[in-house]
């Protein structure tokens, strides 16, 4: 019974050994781009389909709400979370374009997009990627082990081709980049924009 379960944790122990040797090159980059836009005033959109809109759900959650400290809320939004703007989008138009659409709405320069999609594959979360790098908004990609075949300004793509494992690693990279976050708003000398407001 227990043979399925030690296979699917020796498999995930594996990716996540990987994955730091990815962190080691493209995390600063990722927490850079994320930084910049909130103390540029920006917001950031996240997208994602099934799996992975629940992974941009808890992306914006963590950052508009908190993760471990206390702050001011960060202007974060999960495009899946808005069923009658994705249901008219795909009828009057394709599928594919549910995210273009709001990105090309919502998105400014200074803004940033993170985009999810274990295949990289994803037309509707490509089409998003193309709209912000139209709009001047920065990309930052979590994919499989392709990553994402329109390129964003950064890609954490997982060196892994099962879906489940790339999604556990995800689910530690929102965990890293908010707990970055936190500790660079903590230190930083720009710690305002990060930290609580005195009660007055």
């Known amino acids: 019974m227990m043979q399925p379960f030690r296979a ?6 594996g990716v996540m050994s990987h994955v730091l040797e990815l962190l080691a090159v493209h995390f600063e980059p ?31 959650t963590e950052l508009s709400v908190r993760y471990l400290t206390d702050r001011p809320p960060i202007a974060a939004i999960a495009l899946a979370n808005d069923a009658p703007t994705l249901t008219a989008t795909a009828n009057d138009y394709t599928f594919q ?5 709001q990105v090309q709405a919502l998105g400014r320069s200074g803004d940033a997009l993170v985009a999810f999609s274990t295949s990289g594959a994803s037309h509707n979360v490509l089409t998003a990627i ?35 494992r790339i999604q556990e690693a995800h689910t ?8 970055e976050l936190d500790r660079r708003g903590a230190n930083s000398s720009r710690a305002s924009h990060f930290s609580s407001p005195e009660p007055g």
Request: hydrophobic residues 40%; contains cysteine.
């Open 97 to 101: 374009d549910v995210f273009r659409r």
């Open 30 to 60: 990722a927490v850079s781009l994320l930084e910049s836009t909130i103390l540029s005033g920006g917001k950031i959109l996240v997208c994602g389909n099934g799996g992975s809109a629940a992974h941009a759900q808890h992306l914006a």
């Open 8 to 13: 699917a944790l020796e498999e995930h122990q």
């Open 130 to 164: 193309m709209a912000a790098q139209h709009q001047g908004v920065a990309t930052l990609g979590l994919s499989g082990f392709k990553g994402m075949k329109v390129p964003p300004d950064v890609d954490l793509n997982v060196p892994s081709t099962s879906t489940p």
């Open 172 to 179: 530690f990279l929102i965990h890293v980049l908010c707990e």
